[in-house]
């Protein structure tokens, strides 16, 4: 039942053969699927901007142009710079990578580590605010926002484990939807103001002085335009989830991704200024743009209400750039040996089915922490993507230096230009967010020793298991083969059976306790009847407790073996039911024995199972 209700939800399991150029990204679907974060990032990065520095006064909105040109200036470098990873780094991995390979492993690890929190918080913050823009749209529906945001991430989990394909064929439509309609409000926007339709209402002219103005409040005006940058990192992760040439496939994609988002990016920021449109409580900026772009007609309001479904729609789903970068991510630091190696694992439908789920389950958690409160959330996600950033710009700047020597600043400019703006960020949140960031720090951090945890533990296990010149063959005079005895049924005679057919000595063992004293006399003589040249050990304790006397036994036939130089087996019999529920209903008391005897470096723990048909 459990195999049929999966296949429904995820999907009839592919065989590896099929992993072939069918299961991979054009550039089409890669857009779709690697930019719906970073696009949607639209729909509150030039509003942060206008709020910052309209808690000033509206006359400092004029300064969102210049500071709108410096995050231009930060995503032309953090372009050039990621499509030189992707060339440097086809492996994916992004900036974990270029840390790791140029500046050091445990600078990688708060790279890697940084970038894992902060996908987990682009689902958080995505679901979160789709489900604000669905809310808005339907008031009624308001008590129940994190159900909605915790209903859409299972959604995207379920699509992401149907597999890539399926999953960025159905994020095309929304994706495309909001970028066709927003390019459309802007064009028509400016063909209305080159034809004198939109007037100028500016709150200031450019150049106005603005009384209190201060260079704080623009560097955290800048900071909070740099929001909409998130996501720009991800195409360089998933590289390997492309059609060859995977390189200059994903390249591209880049950059059709950072032309379309500065496209937007400036439009917006530019005729918000121009209609001097101010930040309205419960109406977000772009929506009074719309507005006032698309006027009161039928046609008006019939492209009105298509751009605001397609933005709830980008802001639902871009939260599937998580769920694209997570996997690739945790299996190149699993390859490293820095997470377990359950993240390398492909799910029956090819993907990296345990980086999925724990994507999945860590956004609900932080869901659940904030409250699905969007506001909070999106203070960490700005830090969790501009750490990684600033690494990989000066990881870059010294690979460039590595590769051409003292002629590495041509290559290197762009990298050097990011690293100033994003290490000017960071610092920025520090001294002005630290208040609302400063959980970030205790994460990395316990994320970082549990990496390098890990690594030690993998390390340790190699160590052990390696072979070695000079390891001798060790051989033996025999095996002792002791049978655990509960009850004399068909079971435990088939396990004495198949003892004697492996061990050169057998016994077997049974606990007595006081509440069974009456019964595990008959259990004797029915043994003896049944087994007489078999040796049957009846231990006595007086507690209920069967586990720690067996234990204690086994250790001393153990050591009473080493001596003969034999080997010791210890076979626990157990049926199974005809039906994998009916084992609720017993006491898996053989799980318990096998679960504590299996710490015995002595011994070797075998099951016999008997198979029960009804």
């Known amino acids: 039942m459990f195999t049929k209700l999966k296949q429904t939800f995820i999907g009839r399991p592919l065989k590896s053969l099929t992993e072939g150029e069918g299961g991979l990204l054009g550039k089409m679907q890669a857009l779709a699927m690697l930019s719906s974060d970073a696009l949607s990032s639209i729909a509150y990065g030039p509003e942060q901007v206008v709020l910052v520095l309209a808690s000033l006064s509206p006359l400092a909105i004029w300064w969102s142009l210049p500071t709108g040109l410096f995050v231009l200036l930060l995503l032309a470098s953090l372009t050039v710079s990621y499509r030189q990873i992707i060339h440097a780094y086809p492996q994916g991995g992004g900036a974990y990578m270029v ?40 008031p009624v529906l308001h008590p129940y926002n994190l159900h909605i945001s915790i209903f859409l991430v299972c959604l995207l989990m379920l699509l992401n484990l149907r597999g890539l394909k399926e999953s960025a064929s159905s994020l095309m439509i929304p994706v495309y939807l909001f970028i066709i309609s927003t390019v459309f409000l802007l064009l028509y926007g400016i063909f209305q103001l080159m034809t004198g339709s939109l007037s100028y209402q500016a709150t200031s002219p450019i150049g106005h002085a603005v009384p209190s103005l201060s260079i704080v409040l623009i560097l955290r005006a800048f900071t909070s335009g740099s929001a909409s940058l998130t996501g720009v990192e991800a195409i360089s992760n998933a590289v390997p989830f492309f059609k060859a040439p995977k390189e200059k496939n994903a390249a591209q994609t880049l950059t059709i991704m950072s032309l379309i988002l500065g496209f937007l990016f400036a439009g917006i920021t530019f005729l918000n200024y121009w209609m001097g449109i101010m930040p309205q409580h419960g109406e977000t900026i772009l929506s009074q743009m719309a507005q006032g772009i698309l006027g009161n007609s039928f046609l008006g309001h019939l492209g009105y209400y298509t751009f605001q479904f397609s933005t709830a729609l980008i802001l639902a789903v871009a939260a599937n750039t998580g769920f694209s970068a997570f996997p690739m991510l945790a299996y ?26 724990t994507l999945a389950f860590g956004a609900m958690i932080l869901l659940l922490i904030f409250n699905g409160n969007t506001e909070r959330l ?56 630290l208040s609302d960031i400063w959980p970030f720090f205790p994460i990395i951090l316990v994320l970082t020793l549990l990496f390098l945890a890990i690594h030690s533990h993998y390390q340790k296990v190699a160590q052990q298991l390696r072979l ?40 077997a063992m049974h606990i007595s306790t006081k509440e069974t004293a009456e019964k595990d006399q008959e259990i004797l003589q029915e043994f003896v009847d049944y087994f007489p040249t078999i040796t049957l050990k009846n231990i006595k304790t007086s507690y209920r407790d069967i586990i ?56 070797v723990v075998a099951s016999y199972s008997y198979h029960l048909k009804e």
């Not at 689902?123 to 339907?138: E, N």
């Not at 190149?332 to 789920?357: C, Q």
């Not at 830090?383 to 003292?406: D, N, Y």
């Not at 039911?577 to 011994?603: G, T």
């Open 99 to 138: 840390t790791r390979e140029n500046l050091s492993p445990e600078l990688g690890l708060i790279a890697g580590g940084s970038l894992l929190v902060d996908y987990m918080l682009t689902v958080a913050v995505s679901v979160s605010s789709g489900a604000d823009a669905i809310t808005a749209a339907l």
């Open 332 to 357: 190149n630091m699993a390859k490293n040996k820095y997470m377990p190696h359950l993240f390398m694992e492909k799910g029956d439908r090819l993907g990296y089915s345990n980086g999925i789920l």
């Open 378 to 433: 999106i203070p960490l996600y700005t830090i969790g993507v501009f750490v990684p950033f600033a690494l990989s710009q000066t990881g870059m700047i010294r690979h460039w230096k590595k590769e051409k020597g003292a002629n590495f600043l041509k290559p290197a400019l762009a990298n050097i230009l990011g690293a100033i703006i994003c290490y000017a960020i960071v610092l920025i949140l520090l001294f002005f967010r």
């Open 468 to 507: 070695y010149e000079g390891i001798q063959k060790r051989t033996y005079d025999g095996n002792l083969v002791l049978v655990l005895v509960g009850n004399v049924t068909r079971v435990s005679v088939g396990a004495i059976n198949y003892a004697q057919s492996i061990g050169d000595e057998v016994l």
């Open 548 to 603: 720690t006397p067996t234990v204690k036994y086994v250790k001393r036939i153990s050591e009473e073996a080493q001596k003969k130089n034999y080997t010791v087996t210890v076979l626990v019999p157990q049926f199974i039911p005809n039906k994998p529920w009916q084992n609720i209903l017993h006491n898996q008391m053989s799980l318990k024995l096998k679960y504590a005897l299996r710490w015995h470096q002595d011994v």
